[in-house]
């Protein structure tokens, strides 16, 4: 019988201050990162997915990171390819012999390595995707909701290539298992008073606003990423590429991002409550519970 592998989990909503949590562990347990968050894969979208690189050093020691500025924005990049980086990189932390820390708040991602999804390789060359690369958005979405009446993934909705992608996937019986049977994870969410955790949000946001991140959306028009693509990518990127089109003013724009980050906060916390309804459990502590995280890793890895 093969001996388990033992990852440890962070997750909890934007704005709770994962990351440092994170590294202040994986410097004691001799551990090294590997990122679930959808959009800090992309290179040059720093301040809006909030890499904070610099959180990633902790006394003089820079702990090493996986998964974070992967692919340039106007690549694809998907939950399948998610899995596949994140076993691969999961293979590299074990080779250096160090723990593993799955950290991040895209509960899809984190979902698809804790409950082992099984998921198809797409055929971007196929006959199949040809045919439907021919129909409306309308017409394929209405393709896929007869196929799957219960999608939770609405993102799928927005983009006629992934929708595309989910019908395939929907059609298809092959899966390609990526998963480890023998991984063992121990999960610790991080949470935050409601009140607390808004005033957080909305101080973060007027920090990264002074420290650039519209001019990092600038930059990004720049380099040829439109504005179609940006609003795909929402929150920071959405409302901040309204404001350079005029569609909003600065207040109007601010205003309505840190509302928008809060309702995004509030559907993290709903999908980590679906994951703990199917079984996971979820030790759940504040920021700044960090010896009890010691006690739960101590007793998890021994």
Same mark, same amino acid.
């Given at each position: !019988?093969?001996?388990?592998?033992?990852?440890?989990?962070?997750?909890?909503?934007?704005?709770?201050?994962?990351?440092?949590?994170?590294?202040?562990?994986? +410097?004691?347990?001799?551990?090294?990162?590997?990122?679930?968050?959808?959009?800090?894969?992309?290179?040059? !979208?720093?301040?809006?997915?909030?890499?904070?690189?610099?959180?990633? =050093?902790?006394?003089?020691?820079?702990?090493?990171?996986?998964?974070?500025?992967?692919?340039?924005?106007?690549?694809?990049? /998907?939950?399948?390819?998610?899995?596949?980086?994140?076993? +691969?990189?999961?293979? &590299?932390?074990?080779?250096?012999?160090?723990?593993?820390?799955?950290?991040?708040?895209?509960?899809?991602?984190?979902?698809?390595?804790?409950?082992?999804?099984?998921?198809?390789?797409?055929?971007?060359?196929?006959?199949?995707?040809?045919?439907?690369? +021919?129909?409306?958005?309308?017409?394929?979405?209405?393709?896929?909701?007869?196929?799957?009446?219960?999608?939770?993934?609405?993102?799928?909705?927005?983009?006629?290539?992934?929708?595309?992608?989910?019908?395939?996937?929907?059609? =298809? +019986?092959?899966?390609?298992?990526?998963?480890?049977?023998?991984?063992?994870?121990?999960?610790?969410?991080?949470?935050?008073?409601?009140?607390?955790?808004?005033?957080?949000?909305?101080?973060?946001?007027?920090?990264?606003?002074?420290?650039?991140?519209?001019?990092?959306?600038?930059?990004?028009?720049?380099?040829?990423?439109?504005?179609?693509?940006?609003?795909?990518?929402?929150?920071?990127?959405?409302?901040?590429?309204?404001?350079?089109?005029? &569609?909003?003013?600065?207040?109007?724009?601010?205003?309505?991002?840190?509302?928008?980050?809060?309702?995004?906060?509030?559907?993290?916390?709903?999908?980590?409550?679906? !994951?703990?309804? &199917?079984?996971?459990?979820? /030790?759940?502590?504040? /920021?700044?519970?960090?010896?009890?995280?010691?006690?739960?890793?101590?007793?998890?890895?021994?």
């Amino acid at each position: !019988m093969n001996k388990s592998k033992k990852v440890i989990v962070i997750l909890g909503p934007t704005a709770v201050g994962k990351t440092k949590f994170a590294v202040n562990l994986a +410097n004691k347990f001799n551990g090294e990162i590997i990122s679930a968050d959808s959009r800090q894969v992309y290179i040059g !979208m720093d301040i809006g997915t909030g890499k904070d690189l610099s959180d990633y =050093t902790f006394q003089n020691r820079t702990i090493k990171t996986h998964l974070i500025d992967v692919v340039k924005p106007n690549c694809e990049f /998907n939950l399948y390819i998610f899995q596949k980086l994140f076993y +691969n990189s999961l293979n &590299e932390v074990y080779l250096n012999q160090k723990l593993p820390f799955l950290v991040g708040g895209t509960g899809l991602y984190l979902s698809s390595i804790i409950q082992k999804y099984k998921l198809p390789q797409i055929d971007i060359n196929s006959d199949r995707h040809k045919v439907l690369n +021919n129909f409306s958005n309308e017409k394929l979405i209405e393709i896929l909701l007869d196929l799957n009446p219960k999608l939770h993934n609405t993102t799928d909705l927005k983009d006629k290539t992934r929708i595309i992608n989910a019908i395939l996937i929907a059609e =298809t +019986n092959e899966d390609n298992d990526l998963s480890d049977e023998n991984l063992e994870f121990l999960v610790l969410g991080i949470y935050e008073n409601r009140e607390i955790h808004k005033q957080k949000i909305r101080e973060r946001l007027k920090i990264r606003l002074k420290s650039g991140m519209i001019e990092e959306v600038e930059n990004l028009v720049q380099s040829r990423i439109s504005h179609e693509k940006l609003r795909f990518f929402g929150l920071e990127y959405k409302f901040v590429s309204q404001y350079l089109t005029g &569609e909003l003013n600065y207040n109007d724009m601010q205003q309505k991002l840190a509302s928008s980050i809060i309702q995004f906060s509030k559907r993290q916390m709903t999908w980590f409550r679906k !994951m703990e309804k &199917e079984g996971i459990i979820i /030790n759940w502590l504040k /920021n700044n519970e960090i010896e009890k995280a010691e006690n739960l890793i101590i007793n998890f890895i021994k």
